[in-house]
């Protein structure tokens, strides 16, 4: 099962959890997901071929290749894409997402609005802060808001292997008396913060908390203030890194190099 299975099971078995409903689109939006495609991209212009229902027009996308394999009948023109680049490209075009239709149990329709409402929550940016500590506790979150928001951060955490070595969730108080949380990574190369901020920020977002802010910060290993919080804070372990190989190979799919993003027409 993927994680979208899974998170497609867990929805399912549970209808009325909205955290759970939010765990599906999350799941999405990082999935590598295989769109049915018109004919052979030219360049970066790739043009998702159309399926009309009673319910709209509708893109077809599958998050195996296997399953992209056991709906066609023959070799298909496809391309490999973010899940997230998927719902920004569709956002405001009238057309839905069909996700593992016909070929597994987590087959689902999006709707436009909720491709719109997926690529608004995804385009939320982490907003910059500075604060200097004094004091760090142990995390002072009621059980039911750690039970919802460790999941998500682990999701995530499985598409940051290999930029930090652990990652610290504490209570920190400021020099201006202002309490809060903080989650802190060690040893992430500063490249990489702004990616991890913004994953950290959409855990959030997606966790189903109505009200909730977490600071996050990057400290070294060595650093004074990662020893005092390593005392008092939660110790959450991300992910061995991939094979350099793989990491490399994966880098060149369609849509997967940031620099290069695909154009859908």
Known sequence: MTPYDRAHAAMEAAPEDERLRLAVYDRLADAELFVLLEAEPEGADITPQLF??????FVLAFD???????????????????GRVIAQNLAG??????????????????????????ADTLSHAPQAAAGRPVAFHEPALPPAILGALLPAFEAKFAQLAGLAS?????????????RGHVLAFLGAPEA?????????SEALAFSGLEAGEIDVT??????????ALLEKALVLALPEPEQQEVQELRATAPGMDPARPPILR
């Open 166 to 178: 652990h990652a610290l969730l504490g209570g920190v108080t400021y020099e201006d008396k202002r």
């Open 218 to 227: 990057f400290l070294s290993t060595e650093d004074p203030a990662a020893r």
């Open 93 to 118: 075009e009238g057309i839905g997402l069909g996700i593992n239709l016909g070929v597994a149990p987590s087959a689902m329709l999006l709707p436009p609005e909720a491709l719109e409402w997926l």
């Open 192 to 200: 990489a913060q702004p990616g991890i901020a913004k994953a950290m």
């Open 52 to 57: 009309s229902t009673d319910e709209g027009d």
């Open 64 to 82: 195996l290749e296997e399953r992209l394999a056991a709906f066609c009948d023959g070799p298909v023109p496809y391309a490999a894409l973010p």
